[in-house]
């Protein structure tokens, strides 16, 4: 059963940082992986995503604030997060997808707050 393993989240003040982890119980090397987050109240988001060719996107409510990277050797996907905003409040989740398969994470609860 394949797992994904979200961990970094936390408690942080407005204008702080967090590093998010998402690390895999398969080789990410053939997955485009994604970072989604859903707030209370609201429908999840798609926050980040990485292709297998390093290719980024971005919502842009974080564009120049989150940056999504992945490190193939140790299965793991990253979202770092600078500059935080108490609307980035939200459980977020890591994705993996190859064709018709897709894999989520449990979540990690980000809370950004003074």
């Not at 989740?93 to 707050?113: A, E, F, H, P, R």
Request: glycine content about 12%; overall charge positive.
């Amino acid at each position: 059963q394949v797992q994904l393993v979200e961990s970094g989240g936390g408690l942080v003040q407005p204008g702080g940082s967090l590093r998010l982890s998402c690390a895999a119980s398969l080789s990410i090397f053939s997955y485009y992986a994604a970072w989604y987050r859903q707030a209370p109240g609201k429908q999840r988001e798609l926050v980040a995503g990485i292709h297998t060719s390093g290719r980024t996107n971005y919502v842009d409510s974080v564009k120049g604030r989150f940056t999504i990277s992945r490190d193939n050797a140790k299965n793991t996907v990253y979202l770092q997060m600078n500059s935080l905003k108490p609307e980035d409040t939200a459980v977020y989740y890591c994705k993996l997808v190859y064709g018709s398969g897709n894999y989520w994470g449990q979540g990690t609860q980000v809370t950004v707050s003074s």
